[in-house]
């Protein structure tokens, strides 16, 4: 295709005639405001800000495509004016009426407002005839934020969710849940990740968690997923795909942490407990195909849709919960703590983690595995609070419960989990340890892939599934043939946890690649790469676990489910 | 023979009488020029605008005409699906009427279908019917594709107003005489619709119907919202624009009742797809209501934004009728 040469403020660029001016000066660093713009989800033009002046029209640039000889004009008086009154209009009252602003914390729109001197006040805003809705313990939607640019209700779509609509109309337009009782929230919290205001966004715990770390009677633990370390760097304006691992560590250290562990810890735990369940069933053909069940948002969506399906999940918890319970049982008696004062906060990139660490049902002797979760987006708040700068400190190692195998950080990519699984099926199918680790049909940000793994005499037949559009695909594959799979991974959000409800804002696909490839770099790199041979794990199963009732190692390591109601 | 019609329209002059004022012969010809496996014709009977009230008497009192029109379109596109997208209130009121008279014309295979809408002002907008027709959010579309070429589920549509397929039937019987139909409300005599020529100007409109008023006055024309506002001595020489409403005010309408009922009008029927709109309009009228002087230069900042920043028609012509209120009445006072 044919290049089209134009110019953006007098300085000529050359581009893809099928990307829009706004795209294009986004990418040569040129800043024009927007709000309902995302590369990934369709083009409406409705927030109006992103204004340009071509030939002595202001027009918008996100629908705009350049033309050969185009002019474009982005900070021209009238357009300054301009987008001045809609972002006025656009973004009055949300000061008022926003939590973070209100408390004085981080918030990228009030960041963005002081850019370009918009006040909030100057127009009135209508309170909007609807309430705070809150999907369980994972996300909230606001409609008194809300700047109907419909992002939520596109991502909401495109995932196949389809439980957020636009309801209302002129002032009162705003996004809400669907009336169609039959459709319920998965709590993967894309709407989050994907609102460009804070209308919808995680319900925040940052506050009981600062709590926890002003009280001088806490042993508080931090641990963070695999996903966080690659995509916090972002929030303090490091390249997309910069691993902060080190740096992570130490802020969560500054920030008065006291012990640092991992979730990539509790990950290969889970694999081995996950593994060995699957070498089981596969033995007596039983229960099979097995999913994974790590993503409370897939977990959700088999409760509420396919409560037949149930037995097919795997029984093992997720690598947070394993974690907190080690920690809280394990590491506490060693430590001679009393679980009791042990605070477990989870740095995760999602928002159902939050309503998956409030499930009962996951208590070990009447304690919650994990107290507190905080999405990768609410710590950067928390750093930026404490005045806490991640790029300026410097990296460090965590600590004894922290140590794990490059298995386990891949869990953050779609493929993740079931490549570590694999890693560690193959040793205890064959005996032998696997030389080429990386299962490469596995990898990848496409949304279904599938393999055939030769594993000793045996051909294990995998699928990999990212977002509820084909979650549905696999159950109606599985529902016609029951053989068509032997094991099943399954993630709600596009790419796996690396594009969680709870990242960055803005996520988007190329984005997630980045920081997928970042994950695999991490696993690469390093020595410990199965997570059998992790040996604080193996200490934990062969001095701890072994010697427990099956009742109590079955209260620790596994989980059972049921039929849930809407909103449940 | 059918090709013979669109000759004929052009002779005549048609544009559409939906308000956008479109040459009625090149909307047929874009939409026959497009290849597709399906085509559709819909009338547009939303009407959603104060002061405007002739397509429902079109429909009352001449359903052959309009049916006739649009059969006409159907053999010229040949194609046999079409819609009449029209306001609950109006179904209420003629809808099993219509329904009989769409029987008797049941040759060719056409296939007529009734799309009942909430009534709302954009559910006149072509791409927000043709949303709302599809089962979606009635909001515009981005245009480009225009409807001629994807329209009602991604195939060509052609949508006419009622007026528009009336006129084309008189056009085919050779009964067109350029004339059009007035909507005239306000404290007048006769208030009702009329079929005049279109080329007369306002006070001759105002006389011939008895209209004329015996007080000092000024005049909307083309819809009470959306309509430009002349004063009276400009009724002199200005024609009928747009859609066709006149509607009479008394010179001392207080300017901030004026206002509000515009504005209460705008913000109520914004759809909410764009933020000038949706939010420039609930602010106008904000403003006014808070104001005990009229803020005019505050107003217009705003109505320049949802003037050259509106995302369609709707949020476009809010501007209209105040800007051109304060020109013609208010400075001339």
């Known amino acids: 295709m044919s290049e089209i040469n134009f110019k953006i403020d007098n300085i000529p660029h050359s581009a893809n005639p099928d990307e829009s001016v706004l795209q294009i000066a986004l990418r040569e660093g040129v800043d024009i405001p927007h709000f309902c713009h995302h590369d990934d989800l369709p083009t409406e033009a409705r927030c109006r800000t992103c204004l340009v002046e071509v030939e002595g029209k202001v027009v918008t640039s996100c629908n705009l495509k350049p033309a050969e000889g185009m002019d474009v004009f982005t900070d021209t008086p009238r357009v300054k004016e301009m987008r001045l009154r809609n972002m006025e209009l656009l973004l009055a009252g949300h000061r008022e009426d926003c939590p973070k602003c209100q408390k004085g914390l981080h918030c990228r729109v009030s960041v963005l407002m002081d850019r370009y001197g918009v006040s909030g006040i100057k127009y009135k805003s209508p309170k909007a005839d609807a309430h705070l809705h809150k999907m369980c313990q994972a996300a909230e939607i606001d409609p008194q934020l809300c700047i109907a640019c419909n992002k939520c209700v596109e991502i909401c779509e495109k995932t196949g969710s389809n439980f957020l609509e636009m309801k209302g109309k002129n002032a009162q337009t705003h996004a809400a849940p669907t009336d169609r009782t039959t459709i319920d929230c998965i709590y993967c919290g894309q709407c989050t990740v994907h609102c460009p205001v804070g209308a919808v966004r995680e319900q925040n715990e940052i506050e009981p968690v600062e709590r926890a770390l002003d009280d001088p009677d806490k042993i508080v633990i931090a641990q963070m997923a695999p996903s966080v370390r690659v995509s916090i760097g972002e929030e303090f304006g490091m390249p997309v795909g910069t691993d902060s691992t080190g740096q992570a560590f130490t802020a969560f250290r500054e920030l008065g942490f006291d012990k640092v562990f991992d979730v990539n810890m509790g990950a290969d735990i889970t694999t081995i407990v996950e593994a060995g369940e699957l070498i089981e069933r596969i033995k007596e053909n039983k229960n099979l195909p097995m999913f994974t069940s790590c993503c409370p948002a897939w977990v959700k969506h088999m409760e509420f849709y396919h409560p037949d399906l149930l037995p097919h999940l795997t029984t093992s918890r997720s690598p947070q919960i394993h974690a907190g319970a080690a920690y809280k049982t394990w590491w506490a008696k060693k430590e001679n703590i009393d679980p009791k004062n042990i605070v477990v906060v989870s740095f995760m990139p999602c928002t159902s983690k939050k309503y998956e660490a409030r499930h009962r049902k996951l208590n070990v002797n009447d304690l919650r595995p994990v107290d507190y979760v905080l999405t990768t987006r609410e710590w950067a708040v928390l750093l930026k609070k404490r005045g806490i700068n991640l790029p300026e400190l410097e990296p460090s190692e965590p600590d004894s419960l922290g140590l794990y195998s490059g298995a386990a950080a891949i869990y953050g990519a779609s493929g993740g989990v079931m490549e570590s699984a694999l890693r560690t099926a193959y040793f205890e199918l064959t005996g032998e340890e696997l030389e080429k680790v990386e299962f490469e049909a596995v990898r990848g940000v496409e949304g279904f892939k599938k393999a055939e793994i030769k594993i000793g005499d045996r051909v294990i037949k995998v699928a990999v599934i990212a977002t509820a559009k084909n979650m549905n695909k696999i159950i109606a594959e599985i529902t016609a043939d029951k053989s068509a799979y032997d094991y099943v991974e399954v993630m709600a959000c596009p790419g796996g946890c690396i594009g969680g409800g709870g990242q960055p804002v803005p996520t988007t696909m190329e984005i997630v690649k980045k920081r997928t490839e970042a994950l695999y770099n991490i696993d690469s790199s390093m020595e410990l790469r199965k997570a059998h041979l992790n040996p604080v794990v193996r200490d934990f199963f062969d001095n701890y676990v072994s010697k427990l009732s099956e009742e109590e190692r079955k209260s620790i390591l596994e989980t059972h489910y049921s039929h849930k109601n809407r909103y449940e | ?333």
């Open chain 2, 1 to 333: 023979m059918n090709d013979d019609i669109v000759e004929k329209i052009e002779q005549a002059g048609l544009i559409g009488r939906g308000g956008a004022g479109y040459p009625t012969a090149k909307k047929w010809r874009d939409i026959k020029s497009v290849q597709s496996d399906k085509k559709y014709v819909i009338c547009n009977a939303s009407e959603g605008e104060i002061g405007l009230f002739k397509d429902i008497h079109i429909l009352e009192n001449h359903p052959e005409e309009v049916v006739h029109g649009m059969e006409l379109a159907l053999d010229y596109l040949e194609t046999n699906k079409a819609f009449f997208n029209i306001n609950r209130n109006y179904y209420e009121k003629i809808g099993p009427m219509l329904r009989e008279v769409v029987q008797h014309h049941n040759y060719h295979n056409h296939d007529f279908q009734f799309f009942i809408e909430e009534p709302s002002y954009i559910g006149g907008e072509e791409t927000a019917l043709l949303n709302a027709i599809e089962g979606k959010r009635t909001e515009p579309r981005q245009k480009p594709p225009f409807p001629s070429v994807f329209g009602l589920f991604g195939r060509p549509t052609l949508i006419n107003n009622v007026e528009t397929f009336f006129n084309v039937a008189l056009v085919d019987k050779n009964e067109y005489k350029g004339d059009r139909f007035y909507c005239i409300s306000g404290p007048v005599n006769s208030p009702g619709v009329y079929h005049l020529p279109a080329d007369w100007d306002i006070a001759k409109v105002l006389r011939e119907t008895g209209n004329y008023p015996d007080f000092e006055f000024f005049v909307q024309l083309g819809g009470s919202a959306s309509g430009l506002v002349f004063n009276q001595e400009q009724a002199n020489t200005q024609k009928m624009v747009g859609a066709g409403g006149l509607e009479i005010y008394p010179k001392d309408t207080a300017p901030k009742d004026l206002l509000l009922r515009w504005l209460y009008f705008y913000q109520r029927e914004s759809c909410g797809k764009c933020a000038p709109c949706r939010m420039g309009t609930y602010a106008l009228k904000e403003i006014i209501e808070e104001s005990t002087e009229i803020p005019w230069d505050e107003i217009f900042k705003v109505l320049e934004v949802t003037k050259e920043t509106s995302f369609c028609g709707l949020g476009k012509s809010v501007n209209e009728p105040i800007e051109s209120y304060y020109s013609n009445v208010i400075k001339e006072q």
